[in-house]
């Protein structure tokens, strides 16, 4: 078990609505990273944040934003959505040490958003 | 850019075969990381190793053994005497150097492995 969770596990919305998703990183790690992987994909890089701050940003538009907390949980927004951001999206956990990454990563169990 | 290809996308054995999943990526950094991950059914991302560009020494893990060769930018997994408990997606990826800040991974598609019993 990784400790890295993720709420909800499941949703729907319409296209244009709003979705926050929310991911609790593991004990002692500082940094959260945001992974869209849609069906029969891998998983894309959207961002990463540490302290609290976006660091590292993947080719996705604007309205997909995030925000890290002082406790290192993280959410994910996305604003008016689109069909194709239907997909699972996984949240990881790592740290981060003296500017330095490991980049080793540890997952969620994601959340699956379809959009109608 | 960067770039993982997964050139097979399902393989189907029978328990107790050796199986190769292959993995070829394409880089410009001299530092790298690569890595394999096993996707099971409940969606979340398994990892199983981590090598860095600098080590090329094999590795195994029980069943399991990592061929790495950057002569031929490959980094293949053999699960030998497979099990029903193996069948997954593997997910193989590359990340950027060590020294930088991001822990960005770049994916391959997948390999979707079935082993029956």
């Known amino acids: 078990e990784t400790g890295v969770t993720q709420s909800p596990t499941h949703l729907i919305k319409t296209r244009g609505q709003q979705v926050t998703l929310r991911c609790s990183s593991q004990s002692g790690h500082n940094t959260v990273s945001w992974y869209q992987q849609a069906l029969g994909q891998g998983p894309q890089f959207i961002f990463q944040y540490y302290r609290e701050e976006e660091n590292g940003r993947g080719n996705f538009p604007p309205r997909f934003s995030g925000l890290q907390f002082p406790n290192y949980s993280s959410e994910l927004n996305v604003n008016a959505l689109e069909l194709d951001d239907s997909a699972l999206y996984l949240c990881?956990?790592?740290?981060?040490?003296?500017?330095?990454?490991?980049?080793?990563?540890?997952f969620g169990e994601g959340s699956r958003l379809t959009v109608l | 850019a960067q770039k993982v290809t997964q050139a097979q996308t399902e393989i189907s054995v029978v328990e107790k075969e050796d199986v190769t999943l292959d993995c070829v990526y394409e880089t410009r950094d001299t530092t790298y990381y690569l890595f394999w991950y096993k996707q099971p059914p409940s969606g979340e991302l398994v990892f199983l190793i981590r090598r860095n560009s600098f080590d090329e020494q094999n590795e195994i893990s029980g069943r399991y053994s990592w061929n790495f060769q950057k002569s031929t930018s490959s980094f293949n997994f053999t699960i030998t005497a497979s099990q029903v408990v193996d069948s997954a997606v593997y997910f193989c990826a590359l990340s950027e150097g060590f020294t930088g800040a991001n822990s960005k991974l770049t994916f391959g598609k997948g390999i979707t492995l079935s082993v029956r019993p």
């Open positions: 990881a956990s790592s740290h981060r040490l003296a500017g330095a990454h490991t980049g080793e990563l540890f």
